[in-house]
């Protein structure tokens, strides 16, 4: 008999095996949807690699060696269903990043605890189908989601409460058609801290998970929270240190650029992240660029991410969690970060500009397919005021933001939704 015979016949290692392809296509799918939340593509290697072990596992679940067909049908669509809503569940909150569903949306606003609704499913298909291997995967898929939640539930810890502004409160009055009480059920705010005529907010630090933010600007079309403007105030001071540090070129870039000329070193109101570009060019390659972001990350405190194929690196506000819960961030609805666009010297149709990869605005298209500014609006940088201290920026920063916004003094809320657009005017008039 060989190895596969025995494993199949053996139930304890028919089961482990089970477990382990569960637990191999968990963590290959939580490291997928990472791209969806960053607004990136999926990478198609990566997605090959997930599906592929996503099939493994109903495979074996099914693998019914005594069976004439080989494969137990009922058994393969009970771990199929089973499979795909699990990890729809897992996905919801990075695929609400963007527009979703009613579905996407209930699960995204329940993502603490969501997975425990598959308990009562995973009970009744282990009990009807007594077999060892799908027993095995429902096991270690409800033993991951209970892991889950308790640690969800054990970072709810107390929140220090943050006064909103007097434009947060108009904006969120304006948004709720002046019921905030009924605003806040129906949208499941649980940051929001009402008692009577107070209106505060239970802030997100290191320690506990992030508001999702992104859900409440740009869907829900209120100011960032208090908290995340002050997080995003201390994440760029500390990537403006750090990209110091390792001696790279860098400068403020899209939305926080414009903050910082229209608004007077200030965010955006609406603002959900910290733009910033880094030239990659010489010394500066991009393994010394993510290895010191990276060092600096895992020595401070912040979770580093890297994309080299995109030409993108993220630098959170949330710490860097141990394997194998390191990736299990990417189930949060919200994240405080810095998006660093990488930049390289090229030409382009006989001048020499700075190139990404990934667009942005209206920035033009280069000769390679890619996007860039002419050099002479960037180098040598300059700096700005923002949001309390000096920082690197473009050394024609109208130019540059003209050149990507047009006119970038008119008031556009990009990305927010267009019913809280509407409501947002009303303040302005």
């Known amino acids: 008999m060989n190895a596969f015979a025995a494993a199949v016949a053996n139930p304890v290692a028919a089961g482990l095996i089970g477990a382990a392809l569960y637990c191999a296509t968990y963590l290959a799918f939580v490291r997928l949807v990472r791209f969806p939340r960053n607004w990136l593509p999926y990478r198609p290697s990566e997605v090959a690699v997930a599906g592929s072990l996503a099939a493994l596992t109903i495979a074996w679940a099914a693998f019914s060696p005594a069976s004439s067909d080989l494969f137990n049908l009922t058994t393969m669509a009970v771990a199929t269903a089973f499979l795909a809503m699990a990890l729809l569940i897992i996905a919801a909150p ?6 979703a569903n009613a579905v996407v949306e209930l699960l995204a606003k329940n993502a603490e605890h969501a997975g425990l609704w598959l308990l009562g499913p995973a009970l009744i298909a282990g009990l009807m189908l007594p077999d060892i291997k799908l027993q095995a995967i429902l096991a270690a898929a409800m033993v991951l989601e209970i892991s889950w939640a308790l640690r969800q539930y054990w970072r709810r810890q107390p929140r220090q409460l943050y006064a909103l502004t007097s434009s947060d409160r108009s904006v969120l009055t304006a948004q709720a058609k002046g019921n905030l009480k009924a605003f806040q059920t129906r949208h499941s705010i649980r940051e929001l801290e009402l008692s009577g005529d107070e209106v ?30 002050e997080h995003m105030r201390d994440i760029s001071h500390y990537v403006a240190a750090c990209m110091t540090e390792i001696g790279a070129v860098y400068w403020l870039e899209g939305g926080s650029l414009l903050g910082a000329i229209r608004e007077d070193g200030q965010l955006l109101e609406w603002e959900d992240d910290i733009d ?7 010394d500066m390659t991009w393994d ?3 290895t010191g972001l990276r060092e600096c990350g895992a020595r401070d405190g912040y979770y580093v991410d890297t994309y080299e194929h995109e030409g993108f690196v993220t630098v959170s506000f949330d710490r860097p969690g141990s394997w194998p819960f390191r990736w299990d961030r990417n189930r949060f609805r919200g994240e405080v970060r810095v998006d660093i666009a990488i930049y390289r010297h090229a030409t382009s149709h006989g001048e020499a500009v700075l190139e990404r990869r990934s667009h ?3 920035m033009p298209t280069t000769e390679s397919g890619g996007y860039g500014v002419p050099c002479e609006l960037v180098l040598p940088t300059s700096t700005i005021s923002f949001v309390g201290a000096e920082i690197s920026c473009p050394n024609k920063s109208d ?15 990009t990305y927010v939704d267009a019913a809280a657009v509407q409501n947002r005017s009303q303040i302005e008039l």
């Open 200 to 229: 505060a907010w239970r802030g997100c630090g290191k320690n506990t998970p992030p508001c999702p933010f992104n859900f409440y600007v740009n869907r829900l079309g209120l100011n960032t929270a208090p908290c995340c403007r």
């Open 288 to 290: 010394r660029l993510a």
């Open 94 to 99: 990075s695929i609400a990043f963007r527009p």
């Open 360 to 362: 942005k605005g209206d």
């Open 399 to 413: 130019t540059y933001l003209r050149m990507i916004y047009g006119d970038f003094e008119t008031v556009e809320y």
């Open 276 to 282: 910033i570009s880094v030239l990659v060019d010489g």
